[in-house]
């Protein structure tokens, strides 16, 4: 069932949305069960993952994590599908 869920996706929105769809989904998995904690992932605009963070000591941590963040992702889908993070 899950396969012809993503096929519609793909048809209607394209491979790009499907990828981006999955990228969010996998956040929890890229970053681990502390960060996932005080992060939302909320959008994908032009390659940028954007990411709300509970407050302000967190999203300095995370800007220092961004590149380790970023090569787990490229790793996970063999792409660059997210090409940068803002956090928020």
């Known amino acids: 069932m899950e396969n012809i869920y993503w096929d519609i996706i793909k048809n209607v929105a394209g491979e790009t949305a499907v990828s981006e769809h999955k990228a969010i989904k996998v956040w929890s998995k890229i970053v681990g069960e502390r960060i996932s904690n005080v992060t939302t992932p909320v959008n994908i605009v032009s390659g940028k993952l954007?990411?709300?963070v509970k407050n302000s000591v967190w999203r300095n941590e995370l800007v220092m994590?961004?590149?380790?963040?970023?090569?787990?992702?490229k790793n996970e889908f063999k792409s660059e599908i997210i090409s940068d993070i803002k956090f928020l």
Do not use: A, P
């Not at 994590?65 to 992702?73: C, E, H």
């Open 50 to 52: 954007i990411v709300k």
């Open 65 to 73: 994590l961004k590149q380790d963040i970023l090569i787990k992702y």
